[in-house]
């Protein structure tokens, strides 16, 4: 099982929206609704932000949202803010016996 | 309030073992499983093994079978990871991590990480 595909880096402005794909295959995101996403701040672990594609857990705020077309999924960061930069996982369902297939990261950085 | 208490660091030389554990409390144990997520330096995520404490229905991923053996004691609800022959590939944070008994559950709750280092 591959690790997912997202662009090394994205980067805007404060107040700006930036958008993280995270591409599959048919055998995880394209045939489940359990893709999640995680935030890690530098030498932190991470942190849940997105649940079954679109969901928030509780305490995350509505500025980060998650959708998927096919195979591949998307966050987006609206209103970008200082404290958003930091790196981006996306995370896929793949089955009973491969559970979370891991994308590459994405660093997003706030000019 | 939930806590995840991991053992910690290790430093070891290929082809030592190396059994490493993780402590959850503050919830119900039968509710949630426990893994481990790691990430060598400077690289991503990578999910390795992950156990029901309850039960001890556990996963293993293709990527480290044979290499790894994950266990739990539900009295004490920990969860222990053990390597047969570490390789300096090896060396990374490894996260435990949580996640509900529900099929298909995301990872909710990641623990401060144990380094460990492989190196001759």
């Known amino acids: 099982q591959s690790a997912l595909t997202q662009p090394r880096s994205v980067s805007g402005s404060p107040g700006q929206s930036v958008t993280i794909s995270c591409t599959g295959t048919?055998?995880?995101?394209?045939?489940?609704?359990?893709v999640s996403w995680y935030q890690q701040h530098p030498g932190k672990a991470p942190k849940l932000i997105i649940r079954?594609?679109?969901q928030w857990p509780s305490g995350v705020p509505d500025r980060f949202s998650g959708s998927k077309s096919g195979s591949t999924a998307s966050l987006t960061i609206s209103g970008l803010q200082a404290e958003d930069e930091a790196d981006y996982y996306c995370?896929?369902?793949?089955?009973?016996?491969?559970?979370?297939?891991f994308g590459t990261g994405t660093r997003v950085t706030v000019l | 309030e939930v806590q995840l208490v991991q053992s910690g660091a290790e430093v070891k030389k290929p082809g030592e073992s190396l059994k490493m554990s993780c402590k959850g409390s503050?919830?119900?144990?039968?509710?949630?499983?426990l893994g481990w997520v790691r990430q060598a330096p400077e690289k991503g995520l990578e999910w390795v093994a992950i156990i029901s404490p309850a039960d001890s229905n556990s996963r293993v991923s293709p990527s480290f079978q044979g290499r790894v053996t994950i266990s739990a004691d539900q009295s004490i609800n920990t969860a222990y990871l053990q390597w047969s022959s570490l390789q300096v590939s090896d060396s990374a944070i490894y996260y435990c991590?949580?996640?509900?008994?529900?099929?298909?559950?995301?990872?909710?709750?990641w623990g401060h990480g144990t380094l460990v280092t492989v190196s001759s």
């Open positions: 995370c896929s369902y793949a089955g009973t016996y491969m559970p979370y297939v």
């Open positions: 991590v949580r996640r509900p008994a529900v099929t298909a559950s995301p990872i909710d709750y």
């Open positions: 503050g919830y119900n144990l039968f509710n949630y499983w």
């Open positions: 048919n055998s995880d995101v394209g045939r489940y609704n359990y």
């Open positions: 079954d594609v679109s």
